[in-house]
C-alpha cells in the first residue's frame, strides 16, 4: 500500500534541538591550525549559530511539502519517496537515487527542469531520513535496487531509467542488472574507476593523472569511510547525541567535495543536516557503508552515461569504464563537484535529458 506522507516534525524535536546547540562543549583549537587538524572551529561555531538563531526549519518544511510525498512497505521497510508526474502521460519514468551524506534533499533544483519530460521517483535511501532507520542487517546496493524494481512496479512504471550519484550510482547500477528489460539506461554522476594493470591500456596524461588520485585514495582511506564502514554503531552514539557532532560530520564533506566556484550554500546544508539529526539516522545511514562493502556487485547491461565534475573526489576514466559498462554516453563539466543537482543544476539536468530523451524520445 502506498499513502500520501506530510513533513511534520514535532515542535518537541525542534526546541530539544536549539537547547542541546546552545549546551555545546567546544574543544580547544589550535591558533595556526586552519585544515590542518580537520574542520576549523570558527567555521563550526558561525555554522552552529546560524542553525540555532536564523535557520528555519519550518519554512523549509513548508517548501518540501509543496511536493507530494509518499511512504510505502518493501521489504519489511519502510520507503520514503517524492512522486512528481510529468504533464505529459506518455513520458519516461526516472528514479533518481541519492548518496551519502546527501538525501532526497539533492534533487530539488532538478524536479522542476527534469519533470517538463520524465515523471520522477525520488526515493530516501532505506536507513535515510524518512525512509529510516533500517530494521535489519544487509541493506546493500543490490536489496536496495530490488526494492527500487518494486516500487517502480507499484507505481505503474513498465520502462524506467535510473539516475544517482555516490551510493546513487551503484544503486541505480545494481538497478540495471535487477531489471534490465525494465530500465532503458543508468546516468551516474560518480563512476570510480580503479588501475588495472591487467587491461593494458595506453592512457592519456589527463587519465594517469587521475588515476594517480584514485591510487592515492586507496592507500589513505578516509576517516569518515573507515570509521562507517567499520563500526558504524560506534559513530554512530556521537553523532545522535550532539548535533554539532552531527553538523560537522556532514558539513567537512560539503566542504571538502565541493566546486569552490559552486558551492552548497548553508542553508541547504543545514536542511541536509537537520533531516539527519530530527529523523535519527546518523547509525543506519552508516550502516550502507558496513553492508554495501559486504554486499554482491551485479553486472549491468544496459547503457550507461557518465557524467564527470571536475571537482568530484575522482574523476572517471573512460577507457577503463568502458571494460565495465556499455557506456554510450559520456560528458566532462568544468564547473561542478560530488553533489552536482545541488552545485550545478542546470548542467546536470540538461544532461540528464539529454542521455534519457537518446534512449527513449519524448512522446505526447
Not at 198 to 213: N, T
Not at 303 to 312: C, I, Q, S
Amino acid at each position: 500500500m502506498i499513502k500520501p506522507f506530510r513533513v511534520d516534525v514535532p515542535q518537541a524535536a525542534l526546541d530539544d534541538l536549539a537547547d542541546r546547540l546552545s549546551r555545546t562543549r567546544w574543544p580547544d583549537e589550535l591558533a595556526d591550525a586552519g585544515w590542518d587538524y580537520g574542520f576549523p572551529l570558527a567555521r563550526l561555531k558561525e555554522l552552529a549559530e546560524h542553525w540555532r538563531t536564523r535557520y528555519d526549519w519550518r519554512a523549509h518544511e513548508a517548501r518540501l511539502n509543496e511536493l507530494p510525498h509518499f511512504v510505502t512497505e518493501i521489504d519489511g521497510q519502510d520507503i520514503h519517496f517524492v512522486h512528481v508526474r510529468s504533464a505529459n502521460p506518455d513520458a519516461l519514468a526516472l528514479i533518481l537515487t541519492h548518496g551519502w551524506p546527501g538525501s532526497f534533499l539533492e534533487f530539488l533544483d532538478v524536479v522542476g527542469p527534469l519533470s517538463r519530460d520524465f515523471h520522477l521517483v525520488v526515493p530516501s535511501i532505506p536507513g535515510y531520513g524518512f525512509s529510516g532507520p533500517t530494521r535489519e542487517r544487509g541493506w546493500d546496493a543490490e536489496r536496495i535496487a530490488r526494492a527500487w524494481a518494486e516500487l517502480m512496479d507499484r507505481l505503474g512504471y513498465d520502462r524506467y531509467g535510473a539516475q544517482g550519484g555516490d551510493f546513487g550510482a551503484g544503486i541505480s547500477l545494481a538497478l540495471g542488472g535487477v531489471a534490465p528489460d525494465r530500465v532503458v539506461g543508468v546516468h551516474v554522476n560518480y563512476l570510480p574507476t580503479r588501475p588495472d594493470p591487467e587491461a593494458g591500456l595506453v592512457l592519456s596524461a589527463r587519465d594517469e593523472a587521475r588515476l594517480d588520485k584514485v591510487r592515492q585514495l586507496m592507500a589513505n582511506r578516509p576517516p569518515y569511510q573507515a570509521l562507517q564502514a567499520l563500526t558504524p554503531q560506534t559513530i554512530g552514539y556521537a553523532l545522535t547525541d550532539s548535533p554539532v557532532g552531527q553538523l560537522v560530520w556532514i558539513a567537512e564533506r560539503f566542504a571538502a567535495w565541493t566546486d569552490p566556484a559552486t558551492p552548497v550554500d548553508d542553508e541547504r546544508i543545514l536542511t541536509d543536516v537537520s533531516l539527519y539529526w530530527l529523523t535519527a539516522t546518523a547509525a543506519s545511514s552508516a550502516r550502507l557503508h558496513h553492508d554495501a562493502a559486504r554486499g554482491t556487485k551485479l553486472p549491468c547491461p544496459v547503457p550507461v552515461g557518465v557524467a564527470v565534475f571536475a571537482h568530484d573526489i575522482t574523476q572517471s576514466v573512460r577507457p577503463l569504464a568502458e571494460r565495465l559498462y556499455d557506456v554510450v554516453h559520456w560528458s566532462e563539466f568544468e564547473h561542478g563537484g560530488h553533489f552536482a543537482a545541488m552545485e550545478v543544476p542546470e548542467p546536470f539536468a540538461r544532461d540528464v535529458r539529454e542521455f534519457f530523451l537518446a534512449r527513449e524520445p519524448a512522446r505526447g
